[in-house]
């Protein structure tokens, strides 16, 4: 997992993560829009550990994106389709966190609302597949001295 810090053109700081793992869960989630669908998803993505961590320590993300995002459609194919992927999430203060603070100052779980940026598929090489028998006879021979 990557973290960096942007800023945008107001010069409010914002958190990046970026890393691979699956799609565990995407929920439809908020506000219904006049269609009577959720306008909104949230992804839960199982993050790989980072590097020289326990993979026993489960790392996650919960990112929200728009239902009608091509972003929403590839978590929900990840999912049903269980691919590992590329993820990136943004971290951006709520409206009421004054500008002025620093994001390290920030606790991203009340401070902030997490935004799904990226999410691709990692593209695996394909197994090798090589004439492998099931059962290979053994002659075990003695050796006379």
């Not at 961590?53 to 919960?62: F, L």
Request: negative net charge; hydrophobic residues 40%.
């Amino acid at each position: 997992m990557q973290t960096w810090v942007e800023a945008d053109a107001a010069g409010r700081q914002y958190l990046v993560r970026s890393g691979t793992g699956v799609v565990t869960a995407v929920a439809p989630v908020g506000i219904i829009g006049p269609d009577d669908e959720h306008t909104t998803c949230r992804v839960e993505i199982y993050c790989d550990a980072p590097h020289g961590r326990p993979g026993a320590i489960r790392y996650s993300v919960h990112p929200v994106v728009s239902a009608t995002s091509p972003l929403c459609a590839a978590a929900y194919d990840a999912l049903e389709q269980v691919w590992p992927i590329a993820w990136t999430v943004e971290w951006h203060r709520h409206d009421w966190i004054p500008d002025d603070l620093p994001v390290g100052a920030l606790n991203l779980v009340t401070d902030a609302r997490s935004v799904l940026k990226g999410l691709d598929r990692v593209a695996l090489p394909e197994p090798a597949f090589a004439d492998i028998p099931d059962f290979a006879e053994v002659q075990w021979r003695s050796e006379s001295t």
